[in-house]
């Protein structure tokens, strides 16, 4: 059984309960790592499932937006650097090692952050779940090895 918390801050308490699966926004606020304590999850038996795509689409504007001195709302030609500058395979993999390197097998799966409802365009918000697949990917068959 899984619930998805925005944040994990009173994970402890889903950790008492049949609930197993604890589903939060890593990508968007990496310090939620920090939160959480390994031995607790091992302890209980739960597992997490972990946002390793960022989707909170208007901070990802905005970092464009400064960047490029534009308005991508306007100039919608710049919101592709949001999949190609910002949230890269290669950047999304490392939030996922980071994550793995802390957690561990606690990790039941990972995906992109809630939010993608809220983006733009249909075809930028497929490029972003490729860029998160193709990481995760990168990373299933690096352990391989």
């Known amino acids: 059984m899984e619930i998805h918390l925005y944040s994990p801050l009173k994970y402890r308490l889903i950790c008492e309960t049949p609930i197993n699966v604890i589903g939060f926004e890593y990508a968007g606020t990496p310090s939620y790592l920090d939160l959480l304590d390994r031995k607790v999850l091992e302890d209980s038996n739960t597992y997490v499932g972990v946002g390793i795509s960022r989707t909170d689409i208007f901070s990802l504007i905005s970092i464009i937006n400064e960047r490029y001195r534009v308005n991508a709302w306007k100039e919608k030609e710049y919101l592709q650097k949001i999949v190609t500058e910002l949230e890269t395979p290669d950047v999304i993999k490392k939030r996922l090692e980071m994550a793995f390197s802390i957690l561990g097998d606690r990790i039941k799966y ?5 939010g993608l409802a809220f983006w733009p365009d249909q075809d ?3 490029k972003l779940l490729e860029n998160t697949a193709k990481a995760i990917n990168e990373f299933n068959a690096e352990r391989k090895m």
């Open 124 to 126: 930028l918000a497929f």
């Open 110 to 114: 990972a995906n992109p952050d809630c």
